[in-house]
């Protein structure tokens, strides 16, 4: 089945550590995204990438990192820099280059730091 | 830079009320608006406008854009308990084709 994979879906980090989250699409999507949402909050997007070995900044990039190796994978580094990464993070796709895209999502990881 | 406020942020209604929510949007290069529900986790796609005063429907749920007045609307007519959940607005640009997602409305149902 076509679809987006996110793991882990439950992720607890110790302050001052690096982690990454995963995000897997084989939907031949061009486009990826993650975003961040927190209680009573819409969601905020972190980074995108339109091809591969290619990504840009969202409105929230600061603190995090990302590659795009593979068409399908896009795995999100929250780094010891982010001030406050507990959140639920969330990765969809797409496609690219056209006007109407409707963005699939993942299942989404949550993350606590302890 | 762009901008999307979702009405009422939150509604608690009774089984078999009619609810509307709101979205009033403002962005660049409009494209086209699309709405999503989630209930735990991933939303999940409902409705994607692209043209004023056009209504789409998917059972007892609709959805209408005016590009006018920049605003859109989602009827749920009958509630159920399943309907409840955080039902988000997501205007997209054309320039970058990202949708800029609002804060959501959320929607508790009552037996």
């Known amino acids: 089945d076509g679809g987006i994979t996110q793991s882990p879906k439950y992720l607890f980090r110790k302050e001052g550590q690096n982690v990454t989250l995963s995000c897997e699409q084989n939907?031949?999507?061009?486009?990826m995204y993650w975003y961040r949402q927190d209680p009573g909050q819409g969601l905020r997007l972190i980074y995108y990438?339109?091809?591969?070995?290619?990504?840009q900044k969202g409105d929230i990039a600061e603190g995090y990192s990302v590659s795009r190796e593979k068409k399908e994978s896009f795995p999100l580094t929250v780094t010891s820099a982010q001030k406050n990464p507990t959140a639920f993070y969330l990765c969809?796709?797409?496609?690219?280059?056209?006007?109407?895209?409707?963005?699939?999502f993942g299942p989404g990881t949550r993350l606590t730091v302890l | 830079e762009d901008k999307v406020v979702q009405s009422p942020l939150s509604l608690v209604v009774h089984e078999g009320d009619t609810v509307t929510l709101n979205c009033s949007y403002e962005?660049?290069?409009?494209?086209?608006l699309l709405w999503y529900k989630q209930e735990k986790k991933a939303p999940t796609f409902l409705f994607m406008l692209t043209s004023s005063g056009i209504e789409k429907k998917s059972g007892r749920l609709s959805s209408i854009l005016d590009k006018k007045e920049l605003f859109s609307i989602l009827n749920i007519t009958a509630t159920q308990t399943g309907d409840s959940a955080i039902y988000l607005c997501a205007p997209g640009s054309g320039g970058s084709y990202i949708p800029t997602f609002g804060r959501g409305t959320s929607l508790i149902v009552h037996p």
């Open positions: 939907l031949n999507h061009d486009a």
């Open positions: 969809a796709s797409s496609g690219w280059g056209q006007p109407y895209n409707e963005q699939f």
């Open positions: 962005v660049t290069n409009f494209r086209s």
């Open positions: 990438s339109q091809i591969v070995n290619d990504f």
